[in-house]
């Protein structure tokens, strides 16, 4: 194959993974995982525990090798490169900073290990030190700064050699609440001020959500939707997507009528609802449509579509959240939001109906 | 109300063995058993009469004595020769040892690798000294190879081996591997993370271990006794020679030397393993 385009960016081609245990049978941990991350993106490999997220990242650190495929970094391939000849850094979960040596020691060994002048070093430790604002602390040792500037140290430590490919492994897990809320704004600052392309990862869909330019959704070793967070929120491509980013009802019907991306659903309570659809269905078949709880509306009984009562009330400070049981005994969530002095819109055991808007109903692909 | 903490104390009193019934009593005795005959040695090394066990007033004269005899000096200047190269070797393959047997990919046999460094510990010492004799008659007399005080130093770097892989091996598995990669992810060659990571923060393991072997090696009997050659009396080889003969506090002084440089070594390794913890 000739390659005289270089694709700029971090290219993942086909990329599998197979451990070898002993007295075990293989476990595959990744399965055809193929992503092309464009430079200066904030891109998040999302899933649930277990899912090949760390994995992958390793294998593009280089300490893991990729038992099929290729990794690229601008059109060349660094699947042979060890991990020090690797344009790469890595911010670790636990953040392995090294602690014989002091902040500005560690935020400047990358630089050390390029063999930069001594000058050039302590200017970028200097910057790097503003950029995380830890002027202060230089002298100490690592063990003797909290958590959050731990991590900032590790955050600075990664960016002073100023790689092509910034990797966090779930580098905010360890951090409380309010602190976690901080560094996701300053991660975000970080990256805007650098520019450098940064692969996240989380499996805090929340935070995928506020943080990314796009989003891949990982399960048991493969990618299941890459998208914008809006596109994947509203456009989830099948029940487990759907599922993992926000709450979701799921709906089933028959198809009915079809049109240019929209679709009637007749349910099996027989309301006929409009939906969205991202790829092609068949007349006649039967579909699986999701509803964000947030798009969905109380109203009296017979004005909406589907039928049921009140079965539980929950209340979130900035919006309530209703449990109908519907007539075919599914729990279908409604979530509204709270205005000043409002009552709650419904009791407990009252009877309602769920109205829904037109749009707000999404065919999943290839569901059944 | 009141009750609630008193039972709980109770109730740690009961399987705490510091409240056992006799308890104090045991343990001094245990105590004195250990330390009493050491503390008379040391005493009568500073006792003026020639009778041992008579004690007729202060004197340091012992020590004159045994720091003015020749015999005793070049014994402890082997002595040193043989513990130091021999804490030198032991301590570098070791650790060579300890990185391979914790570091890296896991293979096959590691486990068996393991048991085999560790095994010198419970065999019999008589037996190792039995077979390094052995083994250095065969040199001898099949190639005719010695390696005159080099034998000695060989024999006690393999004995020593173990003592200093114990301490190694356990602060390497205490270590985080992720500075490993950290420092790899971070440009550091192989080699690089080795002498600025791995090493700075092994090294307490690292002196810990010699330390423990210089003491062993410093000290050791029954295999220096066999294996030594004219000429390569060792310190405890010379006391115990001094000993048959009738006895001075002269021994006693060297003894107390002796003592001093042990304590001196395992309070260093003591303070070395203690830092950083
Ligand atoms: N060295 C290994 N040998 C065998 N199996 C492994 C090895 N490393 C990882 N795995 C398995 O591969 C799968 C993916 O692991 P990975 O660490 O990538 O998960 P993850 O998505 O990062 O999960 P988490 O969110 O819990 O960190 C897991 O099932 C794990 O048990
Ligand atoms: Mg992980």
């Given at each position: 194959m000739l390659d005289n385009t270089k694709v700029p960016g971090l290219a993942i081609d086909r990329v599998g993974k197979v451990f070898q245990q002993a007295g075990k049978p293989d476990f595959r941990a990744l399965d055809d995982v193929s992503l092309t991350i464009r430079p200066n993106e904030f891109f998040t490999l999302l899933g649930p525990s277990g899912c090949g997220k760390t994995t992958l990242l390793r294998m593009i650190a280089g300490f893991e090798h990729p038992s099929e495929g290729e990794i690229r970094?601008?059109?060349?391939?660094?699947?042979?490169?060890?991990?020090?000849?690797?344009?790469?850094?890595?911010?670790?979960?636990?953040?392995?900073?090294?602690?014989?040596?002091?902040?500005?020691?560690?935020?400047?060994?990358?630089?050390?290990?390029l063999k930069k002048p001594r000058a050039e070093i302590e200017a970028t430790v200097a910057q790097m030190l503003r950029l995380v604002r830890m002027e202060e602390m230089a002298d100490r040792k690592t063990s003797q700064i909290s958590g959050g500037q731990q991590q900032r140290v590790a955050l600075a430590?990664?960016?002073?050699?100023?790689?092509?490919?910034?990797?966090?492994?779930?580098?905010?897990?360890?951090?409380d609440l309010k602190l976690r809320k901080e560094m996701q704004i300053e991660l975000k600052r970080m990256q805007a001020e650098t520019g450098i392309t940064f692969v996240f990862v989380t499996h805090d869909q929340e935070e995928a959500l506020t943080m990314s330019d796009r989003i891949a959704v990982m399960s048991a070793g493969r990618v299941l939707q890459v998208g914008?967070?809006?596109?994947i929120y509203d456009r989830p491509a099948n029940h487990f997507v759907a599922n993992f980013i926000g709450d979701s009802n799921f709906l089933t019907g028959t198809v009915v009528e079809m049109s240019a991306g929209l679709v009637s659903i007749r349910l099996v309570n027989?309301?006929?609802?409009?939906?969205?659809?991202?790829?092609?269905?068949?007349?006649?078949?039967?579909?699986?449509?999701?509803?964000?709880p947030e798009h969905a509306v109380l109203a009296a009984p017979g004005e909406g579509v589907i039928a049921g009562e009140v079965e539980t009330v929950i209340y979130f400070g900035t919006d309530t959240h209703f449990h109908i049981r519907t007539g075919e005994g599914a729990t279908f969530i409604v979530r509204q939001q709270n205005r000043?002095?409002?009552?709650?819109?419904?009791?407990?055991?009252?009877?309602?109906?769920?109205?829904?808007p037109p749009g707000v109903a999404t065919v999943l692909a290839g569901e059944a | 109300m009141r009750a609630r903490p008193a039972t709980a104390r109770a109730g740690q009193k009961a399987t705490d063995v510091r409240y056992q019934p006799g308890f104090f009593t045991v343990a001094l005795v245990c105590l004195i058993v250990l330390y009493a005959p050491i503390f008379v040695l040391v005493g009568l090394s500073f006792n003026a009469n020639t009778v041992v066990t008579s004690w007729t007033g202060f004197t340091l004269d012992w020590f004159a004595k045994a720091v003015q005899n020749d015999d005793f000096y070049s014994a402890a200047a082997n002595t040193l020769t043989i513990s130091l190269s021999a804490t030198v070797?032991?301590?570098?393959?070791?650790?060579?040892?300890?990185?391979?047997?914790?570091?890296?990919?896991?293979?096959?046999?590691?486990?068996?690798?393991?048991?085999?460094?560790?095994?010198?510990?419970?065999?019999?010492?008589?037996?190792?000294?039995?077979?390094?004799?052995?083994?250095?008659?065969?040199?001898?007399?099949v190639f005719g190879i010695n390696f005159g005080i080099g034998n000695l130093i060989i024999a006690h770097t393999v004995f020593c081996i173990p003592f200093a892989y114990m301490p190694i091996r356990a602060r390497l598995e205490d270590m985080d591997l992720t500075l490993d990669y950290a420092a790899a992810d971070l440009?550091?060659?192989?080699w690089a993370t080795f002498w600025r990571i791995t090493l700075p923060l092994l090294l307490p393991g690292i002196i810990a271990g010699a330390a423990l072997a210089f003491i062993v090696s410093f000290d050791d009997f029954t295999i220096t006794q066999l294996v030594a050659g004219p000429g390569q009396t060792t310190l405890p080889i010379y006391?115990?020679?001094?000993?048959?003969?009738?006895?001075?506090?002269?021994?006693?002084?060297?003894?107390?030397?002796?003592?001093?440089?042990?304590?001196?070594?395992v309070s260093f390794s003591a303070f070395i393993g203690g830092r950083r913890r």
């Open positions: 970094l601008d059109g060349d391939p660094i699947t042979g490169l060890p991990p020090n000849r690797r344009p790469v850094n890595t911010v670790f979960q636990n953040y392995a900073l090294f602690p014989h040596l002091s902040v500005a020691a560690n935020i400047g060994f990358g630089l050390e290990m430590r990664a960016l002073a050699p100023r790689p092509r490919v910034l990797l966090l492994d779930e580098p905010l897990s360890a951090l914008a967070p809006r596109d027989g309301a006929v609802l409009e939906a969205s659809v991202p790829s092609s269905v068949t007349f006649g078949a039967t579909a699986t449509v999701v509803v964000r000043r002095g409002d009552a709650a819109v419904a009791q407990r055991g009252e009877a309602v109906s769920i109205h829904l | 070797f032991s301590t570098m393959l070791a650790t060579a040892a300890a990185l391979g047997t914790t570091r890296g990919q896991p293979w096959r046999g590691q486990g068996a690798a393991y048991m085999t460094i560790s095994l010198p510990l419970m065999v019999p010492e008589i037996i190792t000294a039995v077979a390094t004799l052995a083994f250095f008659s065969l040199l001898a007399s440009y550091a060659t192989p006391i115990w020679a001094k000993i048959r003969r009738p006895l001075t506090p002269e021994v006693n002084a060297m003894c107390t030397v002796l003592l001093m440089i042990s304590v001196f070594f």
